[in-house]
Nanobody
Framework: QVQLVESGGGLVQPGGSLRLSCAAS????????MGWYRQAPGKQRELVAA???????NYADSVKGRFTISRDNAKNTVYLQMNNLKPEDTAVYYC?????????WGQGTQVTVSS
């Protein structure tokens, strides 16, 4: 079982920035494909950004140009830098690992964008 712990969520005003972190257990973190997902009330969980072990990235159209996913394999950590936040970004953000068809989820961290 891969343990994933998210942090960095909170309340921010529109236009503000926030950085989420996801710390993972295990000795082969560099081999994991990692992703950030979010789920707003009454909506399905959706992919926000993903980064594979080779550092290729993918973003949802709604966050392109505003969010950046990155990883530090030495720290077993993946980040999501969120800039120019909008109220529609409000959701619980989840970290997910994917390795050899095994997928694990973190517990989530709340991001609220409100003036």
């Amino acid at each position: 079982q891969v343990q994933l712990v998210e942090s960095g969520g909170g309340l921010v005003q529109p236009g503000g920035s926030l950085r989420l972190s996801c710390a993972a257990s295990g000795s082969i973190f560099s081999r994991y494909d990692m992703g950030w997902y979010r789920q707003a009330p009454g909506k399905q969980r959706e992919l926000v950004a993903a980064i594979i072990s080779g550092d290729m990235t993918n973003y949802a159209d709604s966050v392109k140009g505003r969010f950046t996913i990155s990883r530090d394999n030495a720290k077993n950590t993946v980040y999501l830098q969120m800039n120019n936040l909008k109220p529609e970004d409000t959701a619980v953000y989840y970290c997910r690992s994917d390795y050899m068809a095994r997928r694990y989820w973190g517990q989530g961290t709340q991001v609220t964008v409100s003036s």
